[in-house]
């Protein structure tokens, strides 16, 4: 008889222990998610999405150390599960979406990656630095936005996918007109 | 204005309370122009936001959505309601509040005639001058899977430097919902009125294009003066309602822009002092 915990063991060996490989696969996840998203191919990002995906970006607070992290408990510059994301998708692909067209020029800058096992068997929790560039339209202004992205990654059929993602913001008062693009 | 104010916000003995911190962004534009397009610009919602009709973000039909009244309450303080024609038709009641919180409503602060127009409203959106707005309406950032939720938006355009503004947005909900419907709301409020807001993106575009367009050098050259004249005597649709038991000058059809001239008017006689 195999304790739970052994299996558990066993099963994390046999799928998502971070080896080398997996941190590997890890990075060029989120290189081919960058690419995607930079280059406007937002239904193939949807691809990469778990269809229980959890999508937050928490708005950030400037409080004094003693009064906790620093981000809202309850509010959220976005708060979005698979089908509000698939709307947002659908959206850009209107003849009306304003926000978008023309669209935006990004570059997702991601780096300081870190892995750890996850809190089930089939996945894993990634650490990393978002810098984001953004520049619109024919004006002279240009817009950064950085922050840590906390990911879960899990393994479905073979591939990764996107199972939760959290943006912590280093902005407290977001400095760009919207966002209507994907952290 | 208070007879305005009161019909929303004392629709119940209760009242409405902030949910979690503001949205806090930056736009760079002029701070009148987000004020003025609260104050009762619905004539752009059909084209600038058409998008938001194509997938269902909002239950009310664009042709629906241009009926109901503009009102002039003050100089400079307006309010726009998108009101059903009567009780019988089948669009949202009470800004869309779900059943279950209509009839636990308790109006002891407004009277039976504020009442009877809170129950044919749908949508409301004004500026209380200069410079604070308000929207009350019921949306979805997702149509397929969940139902429009109703809150109210207030939020402060707050000049800070030329032709630059932070934008303080708070997501207030009905005191008596349950927890359940007040994180419902305030999710549809952050995905359709906020940083990322699916009808607030496509407002943060023109807003500064319209800035940076109106103090260029063709349009000072050509001395360029943009059209508001829907709503003069002879010009569009709008007609003077005499008949509405709301203080101010009522207007029915919100193709109409007196409300706007209002502000402006506003503006400029306190510029003048």
Known sequence: MISKEAERGVRMSLELQVTNEVYREVIEFLHTEAELLDDGKFRQWLDLLDERISYRVPIRLSRERTAGPGFSENSHHMIEDRGSLEVRVFRLETEYAWAEDPPSRTRHFVSNIRVEPGDNADEIKVKSNLFLYRDRSDTPEHEFISGERRDVLARRDGALKLRERVVLLDQTTVRTLNLAIFL | ?273
């Open chain 2, 1 to 273: 204005m208070k007879w305005y104010l009161d019909l929303m916000l004392g629709l119940d003995e209760e009242g409405w309370e902030v949910y979690g911190d503001p949205h806090r962004w930056f736009i760079h534009c002029n701070w009148k122009i987000p004020a003025e397009n609260f104050a009762g610009d619905d004539y752009h919602t059909v084209y600038l936001h058409k998008s938001m009709y194509d997938v269902g973000v909002i239950p009310v039909s664009p042709d629906a959505n241009m009926f109901g009244k503009h009102i002039h309450a003050e100089p400079g303080h307006t309010i726009s309601f998108s009101i059903a024609p009567d009780t019988e038709d089948p669009g949202p009641k009470f800004w869309g509040l779900p059943a279950d919180i209509v009839d636990r409503l308790r109006p002891t602060k407004i009277t039976k005639e504020q009442f009877e127009i809170a129950r044919r409203a749908r949508i409301s959106v004004g500026t209380i001058f200069p410079n604070l707005s308000f929207l009350l309406i019921p949306l979805t950032g997702d149509p397929k899977n969940r139902p429009p939720a109703t809150y109210l938006t207030v939020r402060q355009w707050q000049p800070s430097g030329p032709d630059r503004i932070e934008v303080w947005s708070w997501i207030l909900v009905p005191k008596i919902a349950s927890q359940e419907f007040k994180q419902q709301a305030y999710m549809e409020g952050a995905a359709t009125f906020s940083t990322s807001g699916l009808f607030e993106q496509d407002d943060a575009v023109p807003w500064p294009a319209i800035s940076r367009t109106a103090r260029a050098a063709f349009a000072r050259k050509s001395q360029m003066k943009l059209n508001y004249q829907m709503g003069l005597e002879g010009i569009s649709v709008a007609e003077l309602d005499k008949d509405f038991p709301g203080p101010g000058v009522v207007y029915n059809s919100r193709y109409e822009e007196g409300v706007q001239r209002s502000f402006l008017k506003r503006w400029a006689t306190e510029i003048a002092r």
